[in-house]
């Protein structure tokens, strides 16, 4: 007995999220989405990856089915599992399921700090048979034409023991996202905040100086989300350095060294 019926209008995305384009990704996307192929998107954290999936979602009318993946989501997680509600046990489908049943978008946010279980799940919907299969059920469910598998992940955080396998690479039309060209964030910045041009500008500076920390001191610079939200203290009051402090700084890194050379760059600047 199936506990849980996706309900589709739970998951469309009614009003346009904001999406600035920086290249041909929604024209790939599109026709990926056409042809019936998996998508893959691979960038830094923060730099618009699910906006872009929240944007296509409404682009293309269907409904959108977000997972964001983690150390403990298993294969069951995103398939399904039996439960005892009310004395009798039954089937509940997992998210992946829901949305290859309802021919929705499903998206796998930062896939590789998955189990890697996981991945060996996605593998029949990621090529030519776009099945998923149910061992427990015993059933086979195909992927009707509206359903598109989309996943993601950092290549900067790559390693040994979280890496997307060739295995799992090779299905996917992959698309590069990376931090927009500075005028272009601060754009971005200004239209998601109201805050001011000048203003807006200058947190893209300082954002391009702590990503040149990369590698040095930082695991990655400031993304445009923490850019957002670093506008957004500053348009309810909160000065400028301070801001940049809680919503940057202090977000990128607990080394007292760095949070020093971090919150200078921001008074430099502010």
């Excluded at 997680?77 to 499903?106: K, S, Y």
């Excluded at 992959?174 to 203003?199: C, K, M, S």
């Amino acid at each position: 007995m199936n506990a849980q019926v996706l309900k589709p209008e739970e998951y469309f995305i009614r009003e346009e999220p904001y999406y600035q384009p920086v290249g041909d990704e929604i024209a790939i996307f599109e026709a990926a989405y056409a042809q019936r192929l998996p998508v893959l998107l691979k960038g830094p954290t923060g730099c618009g990856k699910t906006r872009f999936m929240e944007h296509m979602a409404w682009r293309l009318g269907k409904p959108l089915i977000t997972v964001s993946c983690h150390d403990d989501l298993t294969a069951s997680d995103l398939v399904g599992r039996f439960l005892v509600r009310g004395g009798e046990t039954v089937w509940v489908d997992g998210p992946l399921t829901r949305a290859v049943r309802a021919g929705a978008i499903c998206y796998l946010d930062e896939v590789v700090e998955a189990r890697k279980d996981t991945t060996v799940v996605i593998h029949p919907l990621a090529d030519d048979r776009r099945v998923l299969p149910i061992e427990k059920l015993g059933e086979m469910v195909e992927a009707g034409p509206d359903f598109c598998l989309a996943i993601s992940y950092n290549p900067g955080y790559q390693s040994v023991l979280k890496d997307l396998k060739q295995s799992t690479r090779q299905r996917f039309v992959a698309l590069e996202f990376d931090y927009p060209e500075p005028e272009l964030e601060a754009r971005i910045v200004q239209r998601e905040t109201g805050i001011d041009p000048e203003l807006a500008a200058r947190l893209v500076k300082f954002a391009g100086m702590t990503r040149n920390l990369k590698g040095s001191g930082l695991e990655e610079g400031a993304s445009t989300r923490l850019l957002v939200h670093a506008a957004r203290l500053i348009t309810s009051g909160v000065a400028p350095v301070a801001a940049c402090r809680a919503a940057i700084a202090e977000a990128l890194t607990d080394d007292p060294e760095m949070l020093a050379a971090v919150n200078e760059l921001s008074s430099s600047l502010f």
